[in-house]
């Protein structure tokens, strides 16, 4: 767990805070950047138009990627009334986010091969491969399709307009659901969250 090397090793607890900043703001900022593009001036607006750590992080949602090993950003606003595309101009925005953490893994997943011969135990080594694993985790995380993750509006983009009102529901209790599932995950013992993070990480470091 990564709070337990805030005790054994405070060095590498801040090179894996700095792991999991960047990605969110990125996360976030992709957001930003493609309502921008799809002719939406709120981003920018409220600031969000930035690589600024500051304008994207949600204390909460670093605590939680701390101590729990799952987290998210502070959420970026969009009018969709503004945007081009007003049917999929939202899943566009949404899976913005969870593209630009598939992005930096094959990015910094190429620069960790070149480096790897420095040893596990190197700084750089530590803080690439805490890159790549925090990057697979937000990307999973954001592709549940329960509100308000970005998977859910990438669904909702597709699904009719007659399930409108299940939409509506679901938007409206998604979080409750999502954070019941997470704690019966965790209570129960199940670690569905942790298999599936754990086991894309395995593949994805097996090719670096």
Known sequence: MIL????QNPTV???WLAAIIIPIALHEFSHALAATLQ????PKS??????????HI?????????VAGFGWGKPTPYNPMNLK?????PAIIAFAGPLSNLIMILIFGLFLKTVIHLGAENLLVIFLAALIQINIILMIFNLIPIPPLDGSKVLFSFLPRSTQDIQMRLERFGPVLLIGLILIDQISGIGLFSWLFRGLSNYVFSFF
């Open 85 to 89: 595309n007003h049917r999929f101009g």
């Open 46 to 55: 409220m600031g969000r138009l930035t690589l600024n750590p500051l304008a």
């Open 39 to 42: 002719g939406d001036p709120t």
């Open 13 to 15: 607890f801040l090179v």
């Open 4 to 7: 337990d090397t805030l005790f």
């Open 58 to 66: 949600d204390p909460m949602g670093i605590i939680l990627l701390i």
